[in-house]
């Protein structure tokens, strides 16, 4: 089919947003956050209910859970983000670096040469 994008491919047209503010296909670690947090609210909700059978409280450690996992998931992930941002920077700056001194008597790998070559 023509019109059918591969599942490689992104689908063009307009991208998902949960409640009309987040947008979870642009937004780094906002998918596994909400998926996790899923996860965890029906894990703690139901776990509770299991546990004591009321169903008013187990609704509302459910919603607990959901926040806690999402939002440490969320800060989880951010944190990794954030640092490998900053490794990447390094990494490009050396190389910059490296592009720009080589060759030069500012190459920190050239070895320094006396200036008197006689014997």
């Not at 991208?15 to 029906?42: Q, T």
């Not at 509770?48 to 450690?61: A, G, M, N, Q």
């Amino acid at each position: 089919m023509a019109g059918a994008p591969e599942p490689g491919e992104a689908a063009e047209g307009k991208p998902f947003k949960l409640l009309g503010i987040l947008d979870v296909e642009n937004i780094p670690c906002a998918r596994d956050s909400i998926l996790y947090g899923s996860l965890g609210s029906v894990v703690a909700g139901l776990g509770h209910f299991l546990l004591t059978s009321r169903i008013r409280k187990s609704c509302d450690v459910g919603v607990g859970g959901f926040i806690l996992v999402t939002l440490g998931c969320w800060f989880h992930c951010r944190y990794n983000h954030a640092k490998l941002r900053i490794q990447e920077r390094i990494a490009r700056e050396g190389i910059k670096n490296k592009i720009l001194y080589e060759s030069t008597h500012l190459d920190p790998e050239r070895k320094p040469t006396n200036g008197n070559n006689s014997n």
